[in-house]
């Protein structure tokens, strides 16, 4: 799943943790964001998701999380670390 971290009736985490309800493993989930911060950041951080990706996107890093999620090819971990903890 790809899902953005605003949205109008609920935001990602919300969705990330109606999914989690519903038995859906969170470790497929990527969320994209302009940014967040303060409180946010651990709101996301500890739903463990596949990855979170900030816009604007680089097509070559949203296709290489992408086959990281669905085929678990090596990535680096803590350049996506890295980004949610800058903010």
């Known amino acids: 799943y790809l899902i953005d971290y605003e949205m109008p009736e609920m935001d990602g985490?919300?969705?990330a943790e109606n999914f989690r309800n519903r038995q859906i493993d969170l470790n497929n989930v990527i969320m994209?964001?302009?940014a967040i911060y303060g409180e946010e950041i651990q709101r996301v951080k500890s739903l463990n998701l596949g990855a979170y990706l900030y816009k604007p996107l680089k097509r070559a890093?949203?296709?290489q999380q992408i086959s990281q999620v669905l085929y678990g090819e090596e990535t680096s971990e803590v350049k996506k670390e890295e980004k949610v903890e800058s903010e």
Do not use: D, H, T, Y
Request: glycine content about 0%.
């Open 13 to 15: 985490v919300q969705l």
């Open 61 to 63: 890093e949203l296709l």
């Open 32 to 34: 994209i964001s302009s």
